[in-house]
């Protein structure tokens, strides 16, 4: 399949999750905005990996096999991130009742 | 062998030893131990230099070099004594006068208390000690350290009574004056490195060294005959020095008669080669000496402060040296370096000795047949005005004589007798004023009040042996310069000073040189009977015309008030108010207002909203991608 194909899907699932992050208030939606934004770039990773690959294996048999190891370091971190990140929700929700992203603009304090 | 000459450095080093003891001591001195201290210093350097004078005259003379002064690429400046002729007489003046000076000073400063008395002292001390420096110094550094060394001391000494703050305005003006003087002096030296690429006199004055230099001789040799007129109150920078008798009359005698004020004549009786070779700055030196011995001599015709007779007379006197170097008798004008310390600093301590008498007064005004109480002071004082005015055998007959005779060669070569005629015309106003000055004060009536005239009394034997003993030497220290015609070979001086002073005489005729001295004794012996008659029944009266005008100095020092003074405090003023308020005070500000003013903008970016930071986030990488991808090449 043409390499253009993922580059499309990602680049719009990329856009969908900005527009998300940008447009949503509510934290747990933002989240998950970012998570598709992460998961675009990991499909775009494993895409040019795939084509390095079929392009030089008959030179390395190991081609383009980076692309992929950094899918995973992604994910894993994606995942410590999560847990840390709804941590942070849960304690927020416990404390002033709400996800919203603009009751947090005490940060600035 | 070791040179002998290398133990020189204890002449200025015993001065220097005596300044730190007394300074650091005053509290716990007495005030006799204070002036023996003071003194005895000064002896053991006047012991040494006659001990190196004699070793001069055999003919061992040369420079000696202690240590590495200032190293910078290929610059070198060693710490370095030039122990020559030139350098061994200055030793001699410096140091015998220096000695009597202190021994009088003892006593006349006695009535100060026990650390002002030390403070004195050690001022004084420090100050032989940078003379010394200065005179004896291998190079144009050294010399220069000594230079700053004695103006700093004359400016110390002028403010030694500082609680009067008119001693204080005269004490600054003699700073500043030398300091305008002291500028052209350095950028001279620079130059020299600049040309030469060394100080020391032995190699400026080398036929290389004045081969490199001749090009900008005449720039060089006025930039230190700037420095010259600064030190030795020549026009225009003169006028510090009648002010500087604000100090104690010691100090008039020894620093700003006797001794500094001829650093400048050194200055160039040392460079006289350099001199040479510039017939510019030769003859402006002639003519600015002239100049200012006319000058001060007419205002010293109408003074009534005793030491402002005798100030005007220094600065006439000095004219008359740096006549003597530009019209190339640098002989004659050492000659009379040597005369003129020995006669000024007699009649500055015999008005010293008067003033002490009249209990502090100085108008000459108040005073009056003081001969009957004062003999030995008048008999000093006298011989002081027979030395200064030249009558024969007297020691000025001979150096005058000398400078007027140069005056008169240097004049037949251009046919005109310019030089010369208003030379013997200054001697004449000189013989007025100094007669002038002895009548009034010595002869007629008493004209002070009645409490002055019960306290009137000799000076103590401290203070009279110094008058007798300067006395003698100005009655017999012109004999080393008799001229050839009188005595073949009595001109010891010439000879002596030959190594290091390049002697181009052009010599009179017998008979022309016996009608000039003739001339000279016969107008002058006139001109003190002319004096008698007009000043034995003195009466003070207003000046009126033109005698006001020679009483207030022609108006210098209000002229420079006008011209120089006063628009320098406006400027002052203008750039205090205007440009330091306004343009430093703005930008200063400026700068605290313009960070202020854009952190508070820069604070409303911080708003807590997450959802703006995320946007601004955003938009930043779109710009970050379009610089990468359209913009960057």
Known sequence: MQIDYYIYLSVALFCIGIVGVLTRRNAIIIFMCIELMLNAVNLLLVAFSKMHHLKNAAVNASAGSDGQLFVFFIMVVAAAEVSVGLAIIVMMYRNIHSVDINFLNRLKH | ?633
């Not at chain 2, 001591?25 to 204070?34: A, E, H, I, P, V």
């Not at chain 2, 020995?342 to 008005?351: D, E, N, Q, R, T």
């Not at chain 2, 009608?515 to 009466?539: D, E, H, P």
């Not at chain 2, 002052?572 to 703005?586: K, P």
Request: proline share 3%; charged share 15%.
């Open chain 2, 1 to 633: 062998m070791k040179n002998v000459l290398e133990l020189s450095y204890l002449i200025p080093l015993f001065p220097l030893i005596g300044f730190l003891v007394i300074g650091l001591g005053r509290k716990y001195l007495s005030k006799s131990l204070t002036g023996i201290i003071g003194s005895g210093v000064i002896l053991f350097s006047f012991l040494l230099s006659v001990w190196i004078f004699f070793q001069v005259k055999e003919g061992n003379s040369g420079v000696v070099e202690y240590f590495n002064f200032i190293s910078a690429g290929s610059l070198k400046i060693p710490f370095s004594f030039q122990i020559d002729a030139l350098s061994s007489l200055f030793l001699l003046i410096i140091t015998g006068v220096g000695f009597l000076i202190h021994v009088y000073s003892a006593s006349y400063m006695h009535h100060e208390s026990k650390e002002h008395f030390a403070r004195y002292f050690s001022y004084l001390n420090l100050f032989v000690f940078s003379m010394l420096l200065l005179v004896m110094g291998g190079n144009f550094v050294i010399l220069f350290i000594g230079w700053e060394g004695v103006g700093l001391c004359s400016y110390l000494l002028i403010g030694y009574w500082f609680k009067n703050s008119e001693y204080n305005y005269a004490a600054r003006k003699a700073f500043v004056m030398n300091r305008i003087g002291d500028l052209a002096f350095l950028i001279a030296i620079f130059m020299i490195i600049a040309k030469v690429g060394s100080v020391s006199f032995g190699d400026v004055f080398s036929t290389e060294g004045l081969e490199k230099l001749a090009p900008s001789a005449t720039i060089i040799t006025l930039l230190l005959f700037v420095g010259a007129t600064g030190k030795s109150a020549q026009i225009p920078l003169y006028t510090w020095l009648p002010d500087a008798m604000a100090g104690p009359t010691p100090v008039s005698a020894l620093i700003h008669a006797a001794t500094m004020v001829t650093a400048g004549i050194y200055m160039i009786a040392r460079s006289n080669l350099l001199y040479s070779l510039s017939e510019v700055t030769q003859n402006i030196v002639a003519y600015i000496g002239l100049g200012t011995a006319l000058l001060a001599a007419t205002i010293a015709l109408k003074q009534n402060d005793i030491k402002k007779v005798l100030a005007y007379s220094t600065v006439s006197q000095l004219g008359y040296m740096f006549l003597a170097l530009g019209v190339g008798a640098y002989t004659a004008a050492v000659f009379h370096v040597m005369t003129h310390a020995f006669f000024k600093a007699l009649l500055f301590l015999g008005s010293g000795s008067v003033i002490h008498a009249m209990s502090g007064e100085q108008d000459i005004r108040n005073m009056g047949g003081l001969s009957k109480k004062l003999k030995i002071t008048f008999f000093t004082f006298l011989i002081g005005c027979l030395a200064i005015t030249g009558i024969p055998p007297f020691s000025g007959f001979f150096s005058k004589d000398a400078i007027l005779l140069a005056a008169f060669e240097h004049d037949e070569r251009g046919k005109i007798l310019i030089l010369y005629s208003i030379s013997l015309f200054t001697a004449l106003l000189t013989t007025y004023y100094m007669f002038r000055l002895l009548f009034i004060t010595f002869t007629g009536k008493f004209r002070g009040t009645k409490e002055q005239e019960h306290h009137l009394h000799e000076s103590p034997a401290l203070m009279t042996v110094p008058l007798i003993v300067l006395a003698v030497l100005a009655a017999i220290g012109g004999f080393v310069g008799i001229p050839e015609v009188f005595i073949k070979g009595g001109d010891k001086l010439t000879p002596f000073l030959s190594s290091v002073i390049a002697t181009n005489h052009h010599p009179v005729s017998r008979s022309t040189e016996f009608f000039l001295m003739g001339l000279s004794g016969c107008l002058v012996v006139a001109t003190i009977i002319f004096t008698w008659f007009r000043f034995k029944n003195y009466q003070p009266k207003e000046q009126k015309g033109f005698g006001k005008v020679l009483e207030n100095k022609w108006y210098v020092d209000e002229l420079y008030d006008k011209i120089i003074a006063k628009p320098l405090s406006k400027l002052a003023a203008f750039l205090n108010n205007f440009f330091e308020r306004f343009i430093i005070d703005g930008i200063v500000n400026g700068v605290g207002r313009a960070v202020n003013y854009s952190s508070r903008q820069l604070r409303l970016l911080q708003s807590g909203q997450v959802g703006s930071y995320v946007l601004l986030m955003v938009l930043s990488i779109l710009l970050l991608l379009l610089y990468q991808f359209f913009i960057k090449k």
